[in-house]
C-alpha cells in the first residue's frame, strides 16, 4: 500500500514538474526573440509590490497581488495562427481545465487552469488571431479579482482578462 | 598593527559592498569612453542635496517629507547612458544580464521587451531593505546602465504612495 501510494505520489508530481517545465521550455525559447514583446514579473516583484502598495490602493489588487508568485507575458503578430498551433503542442494542455474558450472578432480565446484542492494555482490565457498572446500567471488565484485587475493594469493583452469577470 | 587591521577592515567592506554590482560597474568602464557617452558617479550626499532640492518644489508637506525620506537611503548612484549609435550590441547585454544574475547573485525582479527595447530591473533585497538597484535599459540604438547603492527600507516606499493604477 504504502510504495503504491509512493509510486501515485511520484507520477503526481512528475507530471506537475513536467507540464511547469513545458511552459519555462515554451517562454525560455521566445523571450529572447526579437519578434516577441515580453514581460517577466517575479515572485520577489509580487512580494515587494504587495509590502509597498500604499493603503491608498484598492484593496482587490492588493489581494490578488499579495497572492500572485509570477507572472509571464509573450506577445507577436501571427497572421498564419502557427505560434498559436506550436503552443498548443507545446504545452500539455491536456492537463489543464478548460476555464472557458471563446471567439471575439476573429480572436480565439482560452482560459486555462489548474487547480488544487479548488484553489487555482495557475492560470494560462491563450490569444489567437492576427497576433498571439500567451500569458501565464501562478499563485492563488481569484479570478474574479483578476479580471477586476485586468482594469487596473496598463499591460498590452491584459484587457482580455476582462472576460473572465462576465464568467464569473 | 591596530592601523593595519582597520585597513583591511575598510578595504574589506569597500568590496563587499561593490561585489554585488561588481559586473555593471566593469560594463561601466568598459564603455564608458564611446563616444557620445555620459558617465557618472554621484555620492549620497549629492543625491540628499537633490531630492531635499526638489522637495522645496512641492506644496505638499506629505509630498516633501516623501523626497527627504527617500533621498537620505541613497547612498551612491552611477550611471552611463549612451546616446545614438552605442555599441553596445545585444549579446553585450544578455551577457551583462547573465552576470548581474550568475556571478552578482543580483535577482531579476521584472523584464520588459518589445522588440530591440528592453528594460531589466535587477535588485538585491535582505530583511526588507534594497541594498542594490540595477537597471539596464537597451533601445534600438541608445543604452543606459544605472546602479543604485541604497539602504531603503521598503516602508519608505510605502510612505510614498506608489500605485499600480492606470490612472
Not at chain 1, 17 to 32: H, N, R, V
Not at chain 1, 100 to 119: C, I, P, S, W, Y
Not at chain 2, 90 to 103: G, H, I, R
Amino acid at each position: 500500500m504504502k510504495h503504491l501510494l509512493f509510486i501515485f505520489l511520484s507520477f503526481v508530481l512528475t507530471t506537475t514538474a513536467f507540464s511547469q517545465g513545458a511552459i519555462e521550455k515554451y517562454f525560455s525559447k521566445y523571450e529572447d526573440d526579437e519578434n516577441f514583446s515580453a514581460v517577466y514579473v517575479s515572485p520577489k516583484m509580487f512580494k515587494m509590490a504587495a509590502k509597498v502598495l500604499s493603503e491608498q490602493e484598492n484593496q482587490d489588487l492588493q489581494d490578488v497581488v499579495k497572492d500572485l508568485k509570477g507572472l509571464r507575458i509573450l506577445k507577436v503578430d501571427d497572421p498564419t495562427g502557427s505560434y498559436f498551433k506550436e503552443a498548443k503542442k507545446m504545452i500539455p494542455t491536456d492537463e489543464y481545465e478548460v476555464l472557458m474558450t471563446a471567439r471575439d472578432e476573429g480572436q480565439k480565446l482560452h482560459f486555462l487552469t489548474k487547480d488544487n484542492n479548488d484553489v487555482i494555482e495557475e492560470l494560462l490565457l491563450f490569444v489567437g488571431g492576427d497576433e498571439f498572446i500567451v500569458m501565464s500567471f501562478i499563485g492563488k488565484i481569484d479570478l474574479e479579482k483578476i479580471a477586476k485587475l485586468a482594469k487596473s493594469l496598463d499591460i498590452e493583452g491584459a484587457e482580455h482578462l476582462g472576460k473572465l469577470e462576465k464568467k464569473n | 598593527m591596530k592601523r593595519l587591521s582597520i585597513t583591511a577592515i575598510l578595504i574589506c567592506l569597500g568590496l563587499i559592498t561593490i561585489s554585488a554590482q561588481r559586473s555593471a560597474h566593469r560594463f561601466i568602464d568598459h564603455f564608458k569612453n564611446e563616444n557620445k557617452c555620459i558617465a557618472m558617479t554621484i555620492p549620497g550626499f549629492l543625491i540628499r542635496t537633490g531630492t531635499n532640492f526638489a522637495a522645496r518644489f512641492s506644496d505638499d508637506e506629505k509630498e516633501q517629507q516623501v523626497y527627504k525620506s527617500l533621498g537620505k537611503h541613497f547612498k551612491k548612484m552611477r550611471f552611463m547612458a549612451i546616446e545614438e549609435k552605442s555599441n553596445v550590441t545585444n549579446e553585450n547585454v544578455s551577457d551583462l544580464v547573465y552576470d548581474l544574475k550568475e556571478s552578482d547573485h543580483l535577482e531579476e525582479y521584472v523584464k520588459v521587451r518589445d522588440g530591440n527595447n528592453r528594460v531589466t530591473v535587477f535588485m538585491n533585497e535582505k530583511d526588507e531593505i534594497i541594498k542594490d538597484l540595477v537597471l539596464v535599459i537597451k533601445g534600438e540604438e541608445e543604452f543606459a546602465l544605472v546602479i543604485f547603492k541604497t539602504d531603503m527600507p521598503l516602508d519608505v516606499l510605502k510612505e510614498a504612495h506608489f500605485s499600480f493604477n492606470k490612472k
